[in-house]
């Protein structure tokens, strides 16, 4: 692999990075903005403020499982040792 190949590698992993990052904020605020306004008109429904934490923190858990475990999503070939 030469210097290019890797410089642009990482790049693409960057930008990947960026726009993981990205859905995962945009995804928290989808939820804050839904569970705001019950929120605030029925006291009983206080739990609701912390749905978008939640939905953070889940998401991290579930990328960083995904970053250490890499072959995760990927398809197992029949054979064992065969990937697709």
């Known amino acids: 692999m030469s210097h290019l190949?890797?410089?642009v590698f990482?790049?693409?992993?960057m930008v990947f990075a960026f726009f993981?990052?990205?859905f995962a904020l945009v995804i928290v605020k989808?939820?804050?903005?839904?569970?705001?306004e019950p929120a605030r008109t029925n006291f009983e429904l206080w739990y609701l403020v912390c749905?978008?934490?939640?939905?953070?923190?889940?998401?991290f858990w579930?990328?960083?499982?995904l970053s250490i475990n890499p072959k995760t999503l990927r398809k197992q070939g029949k054979l064992s040792g065969q990937n697709t």
């Open 10 to 13: 990482k790049q693409c992993l």
């Open 62 to 65: 579930v990328l960083m499982y």
């Open 51 to 59: 749905a978008p934490s939640v939905v953070g923190v889940v998401l």
């Open 20 to 22: 993981t990052l990205v």
């Open 5 to 7: 190949d890797r410089y």
């Open 30 to 36: 989808l939820v804050e903005s839904v569970v705001t």
